[in-house]
């Protein structure tokens, strides 16, 4: 997992002009990564087949792509199929087949027997799994396979969200790899990040352990004040559990449940699914798919869960502390100061500023401590936290704060603080540890 | 200008484009606290230094209710506090005048380092509402008031005012259009630069495009955009001193070796009832730009490497063509059809992706240009450099090609 940032501009110009991706096979393209990343590929690819289970339901995900980018081009650029009559041919001719269909091994497996034997010894076939390892998922393929086997996992919908992560095999060519970090940045305007093959990869596994504290935390608080606590003050759009709701509440299990079977980190605990949410997802709540999570709509008024009973109140009748620290943080993010505003946490008094800067010490020091495991700098999990999920990335808050008062609130919260961040503050070097060139990390900071 | 009297520009910031500054809760001084900041960060000027500042906005008043910003200016560092500072505008050409004055006060010798910002927040309010409120940079009453999208009709007319005189084909108002979106995505500040668009998309004529007015097309538009941009402008003494710290050698600064500037009648029929003998359908605009590089002792376009121009719509970057000399009066096509705009074309225009692709914050785009100019003489431009430019020239236009300014920068 070598750092993505090695590829120079001139060295991607000639990485794209060395080989021509001029077909793309979709398989799933039903599903909504599937039509997603399909309506992307048509931006840069003159040719891209949609397949699916039937013919139908391969238009069914074209007539998608078209909504979700508004353009004639996707129609003129896509051609549909099933995979009874069109797969061997297609993928016979695809220089890259993408695999997006359900996450399920054997289901995946099953697909790739037949991929195997239809596909050109050249053709580079990606999946975008997000869970499932790519080593696995090609073990015991032919080499020509395995080297042209790899990870290309965009975040939904891929269409607004450009934070993109690549991951090789074990086997992967890493001229293929280079190849594909090239032309997902030039052509589809990614943001390409390198991680390993380790559970959840590297945005799910930082993003997703901060989504489940808020959960298990939701429990003895409730949601709404959880939400607050963790609000956009803190250096997101979404708040973390409108966030669950967002993406499924069966999708939040299968990430985190993964990453609490195959990981044994220093934070453990907090990746444990809380009991409520299994029970009630048993019960079919799944979030905003099902018309209920955390919150639910009832017209006009919204609805909040208490986690303990399972029942509904309005939003009107929880009565939540002032927290006015956080309208003075929120004031001062308004004008742009966001230093002093951080400084404004990181002193406020009482009992739930504490619990809000546990959280967020907590992403801090969990991502430090995850470089070299999942990425090779914090760099690549800066980055995918800031353009995947749209969250002030760790090392932003951090050169916000300053290193020494990170530090110290990690020490604060009564976490383990990183060897790397210590190091950082002890030297003072690197001036900033946030390193990209034109991402601006005032974008960050939401008043709201 | 007099020896010993340039003006050299020392570098400075610009904001994310495709940031919604109204969805991130914030406020105005935010913006200009960003690229302030920004600015003292990359040209690693400190704050103490700075002796005066301009800044170029047209309409905060109605988008943000809010005026005299050339106060917030002192907002920005506890150092600024005190200081000289004003606002200047024009229209779409507002950051261009606060260049201009800045530029004067160094060549008066008045002050050796000045910022100058440039700046607009425009998704305070919908497309209609800011429609009405970029209508004042026409004669509101005369050819805006009640009028849907004023502007788009205005420069829809300048299009068809071509094709009197000369002929135009939509065609290569789309091709202009597809090689702004496709500049823009090798721009890591441009607001569309993830935006869907390729060449089918920009040449399609239904309803993923829609007409706003009379021949512009949606994909012909410049964007609504929130952004800022703050350059530093120094005399000659203090770039010696700022070479000489950076390690540099002063003809390593870029300078800004000519300025055009001139103002037509405002209504757009005055315009062109003036022009109606002339070879160029605004006679003005070619002046301010054959002035700028008069006064850089610059015959003609061939001595300049590339061009940041304004392309509020396709139509203004189409009139551009002539008006700089690429091609002869009404033979822009030409140039269009020739490829001589591309990046790596005869005379690249717009290499940054231009007010389409890159985006056009009204009161910063002025300032915009100056500062890709310096990136690009200065090789800084990254995946839009033009190779080996030594010499560019921008055009800001303000209301219907009323306010023009143009800037040539060398080093």
Redesign the interface.
């Known amino acids: 997992m070598s750092s993505t940032d090695s590829l120079t501009?001139t060295r991607i110009r000639e990485l794209v002009r060395s080989r021509s991706l001029d077909h793309v096979v979709v398989l799933g393209a039903n599903g909504t990564m599937g039509y997603g990343s399909g309506?992307l590929f048509t931006?840069?690819v003159p040719k891209v087949t949609f397949l699916a289970r039937t013919k139908a339901k391969a238009d069914e995900g074209l007539a998608e792509a078209i909504g979700q980018?508004?353009?004639?081009?996707v129609a003129?650029r896509v051609e549909t199929g099933d995979y009874d009559h069109d797969l061997e041919r297609a993928v016979g001719e695809a220089d890259l087949v993408f695999e997006a269909l359900t996450e399920d091994f054997a289901i995946k497996k099953d697909m790739f027997d037949r991929v195997e034997k239809a596909r050109r010894d050249d053709a580079i076939v990606a999946t975008v799994t997000s869970g499932l390892s790519i080593n696995a998922l090609c073990d015991g393929r032919s080499d020509s396979f395995r080297k042209n086997f790899l990870g290309l996992h965009f975040f939904n919908p891929p269409?607004?969200i450009?934070g993109t992560e690549l991951i090789a095999g074990d086997d992967t060519d890493p001229a293929v790899l280079d190849y594909v970090d090239a032309f997902s940045r030039s052509r589809l305007?990614r943001e390409m990040v390198r991680t390993a093959d380790t559970p959840a990869f590297a945005g799910n596994r930082v993003g997703f352990k901060v989504l489940n504290e808020a959960a298990q935390l939701a429990e003895e608080l409730g949601p709404v004040l959880v939400d607050r606590l963790v609000g956009?003050y803190t250096g997101r759009?979404l708040t973390p559990l409108a966030t669950i709701d967002l993406v499924g509440w069966d999708i939040h299990r299968a990430i985190v449940d993964n990453v609490y079977e195959k990981t044994s980190d220093e934070a453990h605990a907090t990746n444990e699914l809380p009991a409520y949410m299994a029970k009630l997802i048993e019960k079919g709540v799944l979030g905003n798919k099902t018309g209920a999570g955390f919150f639910k709509r009832d017209g006009k008024a919204r609805l909040v869960l208490d986690p303990v009973s399972g029942d509904y109140k309005p939003e009107a009748e929880i009565q939540v502390p002032a927290l006015g620290y956080i309208d003075d943080v929120?004031q001062l993010?308004?004008?742009?100061?966001y230093g002093e505003a951080l400084h404004v946490f990181l002193s406020a008094e009482g009992e739930h500023a504490a619990i809000a800067r546990k959280v967020i010490a907590g992403y801090i020091s969990y991502a430090f401590h995850r470089v070299g495991e999942v990425t090779d700098t914090i760099n690549g999990i800066d980055r995918i936290m800031g353009m995947g999920f749209n969250w002030a990335p760790p090392s932003v808050l951090v050169d916000a704060m300053g290193k020494q008062a990170a530090v110290e609130m990690i020490e604060g919260a009564g976490l383990p603080v990183p060897a790397n961040l210590a190091e950082a503050a002890r030297t003072g070097a690197p001036e900033h540890l946030f390193e990209h060139?034109?991402?601006?990390p005032?974008?960050f900071?939401?008043?709201? | 200008m007099a020896a010993g009297s340039e003006v050299y520009v020392l570098g400075g910031f610009q904001t994310d484009f495709a940031r919604n500054w109204t969805k991130e809760s914030k406020h105005f001084s935010a913006l200009m606290r960003e690229s302030v900041l920004g600015a003292l960060e990359t040209c690693e000027v400190a704050p103490e230094e700075i002796e005066s500042a301009h800044v170029g906005n047209f309409a905060a008043e109605l988008y943000c209710m809010q005026g005299h910003l050339g106060a917030f200016f002192t907002e920005v560092h506890p150092a600024f506090s005190g200081l000289p500072t004003g606002r200047h505008e024009a229209a779409c050409a507002s950051g261009s005048i606060a260049i201009l004055a800045a530029s004067a006060e160094i060549e008066a010798g008045r002050y050796d380092l000045q910022a100058v910002v440039g700046i607009e927040q425009m998704k305070t309010v919908s497309a209609a509402e800011g429609g009405a409120f970029l209508g004042t940079a026409a004669w509101y009453e005369e050819e805006a008031e009640g009028i849907e999208f004023p502007f788009p009709k205005l420069f829809g007319r300048l299009g068809d005012e071509y094709d009197k005189r000369y002929g135009l084909k939509d065609e290569y108002l789309a091709e202009i259009s597809r090689l702004n979106y496709d500049n823009a995505k090798l721009n890591p500040n441009a607001q569309t630069r993830t935006w869907y668009m390729n060449k089918e998309h920009a040449l399609c004529r239904t309803e993923d495009n829609p007409a706003v007015g009379g021949r512009i097309r949606i994909a012909d538009c410049s964007q609504v955009t929130d952004g800022a941009v703050c350059v530093f402008l120094a005399s000659r003494d203090y770039a010696e001193k700022y070479a000489k710290g950076m390690g540099k050698k002063l003809a390593e600064i870029p300078v800004i070796k000519g300025w055009g500037h001139n103002t037509a009648r405002l209504r757009f029929d005055d315009k062109v009832a003036e022009s109606s003998d002339d070879r160029y359908v605004l006679p003005h605009v070619r002046s301010t730009v054959t002035s700028a590089m008069k006064r850089a002792g610059i015959p003609d376009v061939s001595g300049i490497d590339g061009i940041e121009t304004h392309d509020c719509f396709t139509t203004s970057e189409y009139m551009a063509i002539d008006h700089f000399g690429i091609t002869e009066p009404g033979e822009s096509w030409k140039a269009v059809d020739a490829g001589w705009l591309e990046i790596d074309g005869k005379i690249p225009v717009n290499p940054s992706g231009g007010l389409i692709g890159a985006g056009h914050p009204v009161g910063a785009t002025g300032v915009r240009q100056l500062l890709d100019a310096h990136k690009q003489v200065t090789g800084t431009a990254g995946d839009y450099q033009v190779e080996g430019a030594k010499t560019f020239q921008t055009l800001n236009i303000g209301g219907s090609g009323t306010t023009s300014v143009s800037f040539v920068v060398s080093r």
């Open positions: 501009p309506a931006q840069a980018v508004r353009s004639p081009t003129s269409n607004v450009t305007g956009p759009a929120a993010h308004r004008q742009g100061r060139p034109t991402i601006n005032g974008r900071f939401v008043a709201g």
